[in-house]
Protein backbone atom coordinates (compact mmCIF):
# COMPACT_ATOMS: atom_id res chain seq x y z
CA UNK A 1 0.00 0.00 0.00
CA UNK A 2 1.44 3.74 -0.86
CA UNK A 3 0.10 4.98 2.66
CA UNK A 4 -1.23 8.38 2.74
CA UNK A 5 -0.54 11.16 0.05
CA UNK A 6 -0.45 14.47 0.65
CA UNK A 7 0.71 17.47 -1.84
CA UNK A 8 2.39 19.08 -2.22
CA UNK A 9 5.09 18.56 0.08
CA UNK A 10 6.36 21.85 0.37
CA UNK A 11 4.73 25.37 0.18
CA UNK A 12 5.72 28.69 0.06
CA UNK A 13 3.25 31.88 -0.47
CA UNK A 14 2.89 35.22 0.81
CA UNK A 15 0.10 36.33 2.88
CA UNK A 16 -2.88 37.11 1.19
CA UNK A 17 -2.55 34.32 -1.22
CA UNK A 18 -4.70 31.30 -1.00
CA UNK A 19 -3.29 27.86 -0.13
CA UNK A 20 -4.43 24.32 -0.57
CA UNK A 21 -3.89 21.16 0.63
CA UNK A 22 -4.29 17.48 -0.59
CA UNK A 23 -5.03 14.27 1.26
CA UNK A 24 -5.31 10.87 -0.38
CA UNK A 25 -6.06 8.41 2.45
CA UNK A 26 -5.50 4.79 2.17
CA UNK A 27 -7.56 3.07 0.45
CA UNK A 28 -10.75 1.49 2.84
CA UNK A 29 -10.03 3.73 5.61
CA UNK A 30 -13.24 5.34 6.30
CA UNK A 31 -11.95 8.04 8.57
CA UNK A 32 -9.82 11.26 7.66
CA UNK A 33 -8.28 13.93 9.86
CA UNK A 34 -6.21 17.21 9.64
CA UNK A 35 -3.84 18.07 11.96
CA UNK A 36 -1.22 21.06 12.49
CA UNK A 37 1.81 20.76 13.86
CA UNK A 38 4.05 23.76 15.63
CA UNK A 39 6.52 23.73 18.17
CA UNK A 40 4.62 26.33 20.49
CA UNK A 41 1.17 24.05 20.03
CA UNK A 42 2.22 20.41 19.06
CA UNK A 43 0.19 18.45 17.26
CA UNK A 44 -3.60 20.05 17.08
CA UNK A 45 -6.39 17.65 15.56
CA UNK A 46 -8.69 20.31 12.97
CA UNK A 47 -11.27 18.37 11.78
CA UNK A 48 -11.94 14.79 10.70
CA UNK A 49 -14.26 13.22 8.51
CA UNK A 50 -16.15 9.96 9.16
CA UNK A 51 -17.36 8.57 5.41
CA UNK A 52 -16.80 11.83 4.21
CA UNK A 53 -18.62 13.33 6.45
CA UNK A 54 -17.31 16.27 8.79
CA UNK A 55 -18.02 15.05 12.28
CA UNK A 56 -15.62 17.49 13.89
CA UNK A 57 -14.33 20.93 13.09
CA UNK A 58 -13.95 22.30 16.62
CA UNK A 59 -10.15 22.60 15.75
CA UNK A 60 -10.31 24.65 12.79
CA UNK A 61 -8.66 28.02 13.42
CA UNK A 62 -11.36 30.13 12.30
CA UNK A 63 -13.34 30.89 9.05
CA UNK A 64 -10.19 31.14 6.66
CA UNK A 65 -9.82 27.52 6.91
CA UNK A 66 -11.93 25.13 5.08
CA UNK A 67 -11.88 21.00 4.48
CA UNK A 68 -13.83 19.29 1.91
CA UNK A 69 -13.94 15.30 1.39
CA UNK A 70 -15.50 14.47 -1.72
CA UNK A 71 -15.09 11.39 -1.73
CA UNK A 72 -13.29 8.99 0.15
CA UNK A 73 -10.34 8.76 -1.72
CA UNK A 74 -9.52 12.55 -1.62
CA UNK A 75 -9.47 15.54 0.88
CA UNK A 76 -8.60 18.80 0.92
CA UNK A 77 -7.93 21.79 3.62
CA UNK A 78 -7.84 25.22 2.00
CA UNK A 79 -6.66 28.28 4.04
CA UNK A 80 -7.95 31.60 2.51
CA UNK A 81 -6.31 34.35 3.08
CA UNK A 82 -3.39 32.91 4.59
CA UNK A 83 -1.63 34.59 7.23
CA UNK A 84 2.54 34.12 8.63
CA UNK A 85 1.22 32.46 11.43
CA UNK A 86 -0.55 29.88 9.25
CA UNK A 87 2.89 28.43 9.01
CA UNK A 88 3.37 24.83 10.09
CA UNK A 89 3.79 21.59 9.09
CA UNK A 90 -0.07 19.94 8.22
CA UNK A 91 -0.52 16.27 8.20
CA UNK A 92 -3.70 13.97 7.02
CA UNK A 93 -3.47 11.05 8.80
CA UNK A 94 -5.92 8.13 8.48
CA UNK A 95 -7.99 5.47 9.92
CA UNK A 96 -10.61 2.61 10.34
CA UNK A 97 -14.11 3.96 12.12
CA UNK A 98 -14.39 2.33 15.45
CA UNK A 99 -10.07 1.68 15.57
CA UNK A 100 -9.05 5.60 15.40
CA UNK A 101 -6.85 5.52 18.13
CA UNK A 102 -4.52 3.82 15.14
CA UNK A 103 -3.89 6.26 12.65
CA UNK A 104 -1.56 6.32 9.72
CA UNK A 105 -0.06 9.87 8.93
CA UNK A 106 1.25 11.35 5.61
CA UNK A 107 4.41 12.66 5.16
CA UNK A 108 3.24 16.28 6.13
CA UNK A 109 3.20 19.42 4.14
CA UNK A 110 5.36 22.63 5.29
CA UNK A 111 3.93 25.63 4.53
CA UNK A 112 5.78 28.87 4.71
CA UNK A 113 3.76 31.94 4.71
CA UNK A 114 5.92 35.28 3.95
CA UNK B 1 -11.69 18.89 28.55
CA UNK B 2 -8.96 16.27 27.66
CA UNK B 3 -5.18 17.24 28.73
CA UNK B 4 -2.23 15.20 29.33
CA UNK B 5 1.08 15.89 30.88
CA UNK B 6 4.55 13.77 29.71
CA UNK B 7 8.24 14.75 30.73
CA UNK B 8 9.39 17.37 27.62
CA UNK B 9 12.90 15.78 27.04
CA UNK B 10 14.60 12.34 28.46
CA UNK B 11 17.91 11.26 28.13
CA UNK B 12 19.87 8.04 28.11
CA UNK B 13 22.45 5.53 26.72
CA UNK B 14 22.64 3.19 24.13
CA UNK B 15 21.51 -0.21 25.35
CA UNK B 16 19.67 1.24 28.56
CA UNK B 17 15.75 1.16 29.45
CA UNK B 18 13.61 4.39 29.54
CA UNK B 19 10.33 4.90 30.64
CA UNK B 20 7.92 7.85 29.22
CA UNK B 21 5.26 8.71 31.62
CA UNK B 22 1.90 10.20 30.78
CA UNK B 23 -0.60 11.05 32.73
CA UNK B 24 -4.22 12.62 31.54
CA UNK B 25 -7.52 14.08 32.84
CA UNK B 26 -10.37 13.45 30.46
CA UNK B 27 -13.86 13.74 30.24
CA UNK B 28 -14.47 10.50 28.43
CA UNK B 29 -11.48 7.77 28.25
CA UNK B 30 -11.37 5.18 25.17
CA UNK B 31 -7.83 4.44 25.58
CA UNK B 32 -4.18 6.02 25.34
CA UNK B 33 -1.57 5.56 22.50
CA UNK B 34 1.59 6.02 21.98
CA UNK B 35 2.93 7.78 19.02
CA UNK B 36 6.75 8.20 17.61
CA UNK B 37 8.00 11.04 15.69
CA UNK B 38 11.33 11.34 13.76
CA UNK B 39 12.78 14.58 13.32
CA UNK B 40 10.95 15.66 10.48
CA UNK B 41 8.74 12.67 9.48
CA UNK B 42 5.40 12.01 10.21
CA UNK B 43 4.03 10.56 13.42
CA UNK B 44 3.50 6.32 13.45
CA UNK B 45 1.52 4.74 15.76
CA UNK B 46 3.13 2.46 18.55
CA UNK B 47 0.88 0.53 20.32
CA UNK B 48 -2.42 1.35 22.47
CA UNK B 49 -4.24 0.46 25.69
CA UNK B 50 -7.39 0.04 26.61
CA UNK B 51 -7.60 -1.81 29.10
CA UNK B 52 -4.98 -2.02 32.50
CA UNK B 53 -1.95 -3.75 32.68
CA UNK B 54 0.94 -4.28 29.87
CA UNK B 55 1.23 -4.49 25.85
CA UNK B 56 4.14 -5.91 24.88
CA UNK B 57 5.55 -5.18 20.87
CA UNK B 58 9.27 -6.15 20.71
CA UNK B 59 11.27 -4.02 22.26
CA UNK B 60 8.60 -1.44 22.92
CA UNK B 61 5.72 -2.21 25.72
CA UNK B 62 3.26 0.24 26.96
CA UNK B 63 1.39 0.27 30.41
CA UNK B 64 -2.41 1.73 31.11
CA UNK B 65 -3.97 2.39 34.80
CA UNK B 66 -7.29 3.51 34.26
CA UNK B 67 -7.77 4.22 37.75
CA UNK B 68 -4.56 6.14 38.58
CA UNK B 69 -5.34 8.12 34.83
CA UNK B 70 -1.68 7.06 34.33
CA UNK B 71 0.21 5.27 31.71
CA UNK B 72 3.78 4.47 30.72
CA UNK B 73 6.12 3.74 27.34
CA UNK B 74 8.49 1.46 28.17
CA UNK B 75 12.03 1.09 25.63
CA UNK B 76 14.16 -1.58 26.45
CA UNK B 77 17.68 -2.33 24.78
CA UNK B 78 17.88 1.38 23.65
CA UNK B 79 19.83 1.90 20.08
CA UNK B 80 19.96 5.27 18.21
CA UNK B 81 17.38 5.31 16.07
CA UNK B 82 15.42 5.52 18.98
CA UNK B 83 16.10 9.10 19.31
CA UNK B 84 12.89 10.73 18.62
CA UNK B 85 9.71 12.11 19.85
CA UNK B 86 7.17 10.43 21.90
CA UNK B 87 3.85 11.54 22.21
CA UNK B 88 0.63 9.70 24.30
CA UNK B 89 -2.72 10.08 22.53
CA UNK B 90 -5.98 9.76 24.37
CA UNK B 91 -8.85 8.59 22.17
CA UNK B 92 -11.87 10.56 23.50
CA UNK B 93 -15.49 9.18 23.37
CA UNK B 94 -16.40 10.76 19.74
CA UNK B 95 -13.10 8.91 18.30
CA UNK B 96 -10.87 11.44 17.76
CA UNK B 97 -7.41 11.92 19.77
CA UNK B 98 -5.79 14.41 21.68
CA UNK B 99 -2.05 14.34 22.02
CA UNK B 100 0.12 15.46 24.47
CA UNK B 101 3.01 18.00 23.84
CA UNK B 102 5.74 15.13 23.53
CA UNK B 103 8.72 13.74 25.12
CA UNK B 104 12.14 13.96 23.04
CA UNK B 105 14.29 11.37 23.73
CA UNK B 106 17.94 11.26 23.15
CA UNK B 107 19.75 8.30 22.47
CA UNK B 108 23.65 8.80 23.31
CA UNK B 109 26.37 5.93 22.72
Known amino acids: DAGVIQSPRHEVTEMGQEVTLRCKPI?????LFWYRQTMMRGLELLIY????????DSGMPEDRFSAKMPNASFSTLKIQPSEPRDSAVYFC????????????FGPGTRLLVL | GQSLEQPSEVTAVEGAIVQINCTYQ??????LSWYQQHDGGAPTFLSY????GLEETGRFSSFLSRSDSYGYLLLQELQMKDSASYFC??????????FGQGTELSVKP
Open chain 1, 93 to 104: ASGIRGAQETQY
Open chain 1, 27 to 31: SGHNS
Open chain 1, 49 to 56: FNNNVPID
Open chain 2, 26 to 31: TSGFYG
Open chain 2, 49 to 52: NALD
Open chain 2, 89 to 98: AVRDPGGKLI
